[in-house]
Every structure is written in C-alpha cells, then in structure tokens.
C-alpha cells in the first residue's frame, strides 16, 4: 500500500518534471529558449498546464463509441501502472515480491495495447483508428525483440524476480546468497572474483560484456513500446493530428499522456534494472577506497533506501533525457522501415544473442 | 467469480461484435484473478500473456479489420438456436458427469502436489526434464504454423502486388 502511494506521486511528480523537461530538452536542441513566462525560467509552466488541463471540458463526440471510449484511458493508465508494482526501486521497498516479477511486466503490459485499441476505435474517428492500429502492430512486433533480450537477461540470471536480479550485479549479492560469486567479465576461468569490488564491473553489461549489444536491442524496443520517436508514427502529427488521442480532452487526454510517460518511465526502470545494476552503486571498491561501501547503504536500512532510491531514480531519469534526446534528434522512420528494422534485424540479432548468453552461462560456472 | 461468469454470459447475449471481444478480456482477466487466489500465480501471468495478450488483441485486430468503418455495426447475429442449445447442452451434461464422477484427490499426481509449494525454478525444471519431448513436440508444432502463416501470407501479397 505505501508503495502503490509513493509510486502514484512518483509517477505525477515525475510526469511534470518530464514534460518541463521535454520542452527545455527540445527547446535547447532547437536553439530556443522553450517555457520561459512562468516562473523563474518557466518553471512553473507545467503547474499552469496542470491547472488548465483540470479546467478543461470532458468531450465526448456524439458518434464515438461512449461505452468504449470513457473507459479506455483508464485501462490504459492501469495496465501502465501495474508495471511499476513490480519495480525494485531500493534493496527493501517495491510493491510485491512475485517470483515471477519480470514475467508479470511482460504480461500486463499488453494490456496497454488493448486499452489502445479501445481508444482509438472508441474515438469513431478515422485518424485515431489508424493511430491505434499502427500502435498496436508495432508494440506487438517490438514485443518480441523486447521479450528476447529479457530472456538473455533471465537465463544469465537464473531468476525472473527483479528483485534478485539486481541484488546480483552488486556487492550485497552475499546478504541473500552466501555462495555467490561474480567474475570479470562473468568468465570464471580468468579467476578475478568481483563480487565484493561491485560497482559497475559486476552490472549486467560488464558482467556479461554481450549484453551492451542485447541493451542496445532493449532500448531501441522500449522506445518503439513507448511510442517515442523515431518510432512515434502512431501520434505523427504530420499525418494523423494527434494519433490515437485526437478525440480527447481534458482529464482523459491527460490520462493517456500521463501513460506515455509513465511507460517511458517504466521501460526505463526495467532497463536499469535489467543491465545497469538497479539500485546499486556504479563505483566499485578499490582495495581500501571502498567507493562502492561508501556510496550505498546496507539494505534494508535507512541509507540503503535513501542510495537505492538515489542510484535507481538517476539512472532511469538519465535514460528518459536520452529518450528525449533521441526524439528531438533523430527523423521518424516509415512503416516499412519500422517492420523491416523489427523483424528482420532486431529479432533474429536477439535470438543469436539469447543463444550466445546461453553460452556464456557455461563460462560462468 | 461473478465477473468472469457475468462477462462470459454478456459475450452470449451481445450483438456487438467488439463488444463481445472486450467482455471476453474481462472474463479472462476474472479467470486471471481466480488462479491467483489458488495460488498459480505463474499460469495466472500466463493467461494474460497469451490470451489477453495474444490471441484478445489479434481478434480485436481481425475485427477491426474486417468491419465497416461507417454507420453500419457488425453485428453477430444467433442463428441454428435449437441446434446450437442441444449441443452445447450435450457436451455441458458429458463434462459434468466427467467432472462429477472422477475423484481428482485419488490421482497420484494431486496427491504429491498438495505438500509442494508452488515455484517457477522446479516448473522450470520439470518441464526441461519429465516433459521434455512434450515441450520440444510443441515448439516444433507452433514453428510449423509459423511457418505456413508466413507462406500463406506472402503468397497472397505477391497478387496484391503490382509489378515491383
């Protein structure tokens, strides 16, 4: 319960921080100034748009579907954030321990798609179907790249709670398993045993070097799931108005863009967890500069919640500003170039890679 | 249990084709809930990941598709009703004697499961060991499908295709 709160205001907190920052972000790419009128800098901006949005009147087109299109921004934000019952975001605080946590992701993000559909088809409006359609196909094909390198993920891990997951690429991985041991680079041949100098050595992508590549794969999918560019052709403006949302206003407008970011967030949190080491520092313990003892607490203690939330929170905050980046830097691809980037060079690369983790399993016991 | 019995009989009575595809998602959310309250929580992600969604949003897909995006509903309308009543009523009478005749606390395999806690890794592990072949038997299958969806696929959009 505390969780589902914290995570409720995270999650609005973090959504006006990211849309201010969205704007700032593109504003400065662009070489303009962006918000500036509202408070110092334009800081308050977003409390303004907050204020505006509340005001606004709920429409409902006469032709739109009312018993789909009222409910449909709500299962999209449900299924958005159920996701984050499951995230780690310190040694001792998510919303439930499942032992089947990154299974359960995968799962009840799909309902999001649904929840799409019924927006679009609910709205009875012909650029918000093909947004919804265009949606739906690409999180559908992006899934399976996406579910691939979390298969890497699993079968180097041995677990599907996220949880353990991240207590192994740190120094505390000894506090749940006394047996444990890490390696450079996960090869037990070389005899380098990391598991008590952490930091970034023992994250997933140094631990299993391949696993650079599978992020790369996970990041370029999470943002083809979140609708961002250069995947954005489902809310082109350009071509469809608005996207799938055209129809809306108000409150339920808000929903679906607080959904938006709440995946950004969400896939961000995952891919943190899955390759950067979750909540564990990135120093490492060098003899007896012990950096990462340093900057972590003991989990389950005070300053072990306050370092993880710490750790957890930048990173995935420095993966939503790359997110950002990428939209304002780079073109959004055709539907063609979309399928074919999807099926014929991310999912057979990834299915090589869970093949080549399968391996590097062998070195590593 | 009402949700999913409720949204099972709605998908009976509606004519609204979409309708009756979002009513189904409600009942395989409610059997979702059901087997989490027995303690399956891994078959109960696994019902979401496949029905809701796999198979839910492929139908929705289809139906979109397929319908006429004008004033016109789709409608599903009920046709062969006597016949349709005595079937299903034939196959719920077999399944029920079935039901109510088997002793499933008697079966070997209940009996062992009762003092076992649920666990993905020794699921993970029986399926990789007893049931193996059953496992490769089905991966093999579902490839085959794959495979004759691609062929199908492709060979009816080469005619659609005008000299490329």
Known sequence: MIAFLFFLVFFLVYALIAVYGERKI?????????PMEVGYYGILQMIADLLKIIQKEDIIPFAADKRIFKPAPIIVFTAIFAGFAIIPLTSDFMGSEVEAGIFYLLAIVSLDVLGILMVGWGSNNKYALFG??????????YEIPLG??????????????????????????????PDAQNYLFGIKALGIETTAIGGILTWNIFRVPL????????????????????????????????????????FRWSLIMLSEYGIMLLVSFLA????????????????????????????????????????????????????????????RLRLDQLMNLSWKYLTPAAIILVLLSALWRMLMI | MVLAAGSAVFIMFTKNILYAALALMVTFL?????????????????????????ILILLVFGIMLTNKTGSTQ????????????????????????????ANFAALDWNKESESLEPSIAKFGQILMTDYVIAFEIIGLLLLLALIGAV????????EADHGT
């Not at chain 1, 593109?26 to 962006?34: K, W």
């Not at chain 1, 691939?148 to 749940?176: F, K």
């Not at chain 2, 059901?34 to 796999?54: D, H, K, N, R, S």
């Open chain 2, 151 to 158: 062929r199908i696929a492709g060979k009816a959009r080469k």
């Open chain 1, 26 to 34: 593109s504003a400065f790419i662009q070489d303009r100034y962006g």
């Open chain 2, 30 to 54: 409610s059997l979702a809930v059901i087997f989490i309250f027995l303690g399956a929580e891994f078959v109960a992600i696994t019902q979401i990941l496949v029905y809701v969604g796999g």
């Open chain 1, 272 to 331: 943190v967890v899955l390759f950067l080491g979750g909540w564990n520092t990135p120093f490492p313990n060098i003899g007896s500069v012990e950096l990462a003892t340093w900057t972590s607490g003991t989990p389950g203690t005070f300053t072990g919640h306050l370092w993880g939330a710490f750790w957890m929170i930048s990173k995935a905050f420095t993966l939503v500003f790359i997110q950002i980046w990428i939209r304002w830097t780079f073109p």
């Open chain 2, 74 to 101: 789709v409608l599903s309308l009920t046709y062969n009703k006597v016949l349709g009543f005595l079937a299903s009523g034939a196959l719920f009478i077999i399944l029920f004697k079935g039901i109510t005749l």
């Open chain 1, 132 to 141: 919804a359609m265009r949606a739906v196909a690409q999180i559908v094909s």
């Open chain 1, 211 to 250: 696993f650079l590549l599978a992020f790369v794969i996970f990041f370029i999918a999470s943002l083809a799931e979140s609708n961002r560019t250069p995947f954005d052709i489902p809310i082109a403006e350009s071509e469809l108005v608005g996207g799938f949302h055209t129809e809306y206003s108000g």
């Open chain 1, 148 to 177: 691939l390198t979390v298969v890497c993920v699993v079968m180097i891990s041995q677990t599907l709670s996220l949880q353990e997951i991240t207590y192994q690429q740190g120094i505390w991985w000894n506090t749940i398993d």
